[in-house]
């Protein structure tokens, strides 16, 4: 999907961050978020004042962080990898620096393929949430992170 409103050539995906971030698995993606990188007015607001998307969109002109010459920056560092470094609900984001390597390895669309797999559960196949790490429908704790 394309926006408009970038003046390069960007793909951006519902499902994908700026940062990298799979909004897929957010609990609040498809309700009160259409996801970081849609232009779309929506209830949640905390995307509009993100650094991170400012600057990958409206500095540096690319779809993801992971394209910068800059990555992992201070500021990404700051907000994202060194974010609660103990509190494993926060493994989605340590994990950043590893996931801009599949995202080069697979490509785009394979690596949204592994990143919906990945977060869904492995018993009923539906969506496992970031910070909450089990199941939303079944309640199944999740282990495997592959
Ligand atoms: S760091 Fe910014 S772009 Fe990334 S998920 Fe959070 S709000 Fe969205
Ligand atoms: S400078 Fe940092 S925040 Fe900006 S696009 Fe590059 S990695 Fe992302
Ligand atoms: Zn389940």
């Not at 849609?38 to 990958?56: A, D, I, M, P, V």
């Not at 962080?65 to 994202?80: A, I, S, T, V």
């Not at 609660?84 to 080069?104: A, C, G, T, V």
């Not at 393929?113 to 970031?130: E, T």
Request: charged share 30%; with cysteine.
């Amino acid at each position: 999907m394309m926006n408009e409103n970038n003046s390069k050539d960007k793909i951006l995906i519902p499902q994908l961050a700026p940062c990298g971030i799979y909004c897929g698995a957010c609990p609040s993606f498809g309700k009160t978020c259409y996801g970081c990188s849609s232009e779309e007015n929506q209830k949640r607001t905390s995307k509009w004042s993100c650094k991170l998307r400012h600057c990958c969109y409206s500095e540096k002109k690319i779809s993801y962080c992971f394209e910068c010459d800059e990555f992992p920056c201070q500021k990404y560092k700051k907000k994202l990898i060194k974010s609660n470094p103990l509190n494993p609900k926060y493994n989605y984001r340590h994990e950043l620096i590893e996931n801009s390597k599949m995202f080069f390895n697979l490509g785009l669309e394979e690596y949204l393929l592994y990143q919906d797999k990945k977060w869904r559960c492995k018993s009923c196949n539906k969506r496992v949430y970031w910070y909450e790490y089990k199941c939303s429908s079944c309640g199944a704790s999740y282990e495997d992170k592959s």
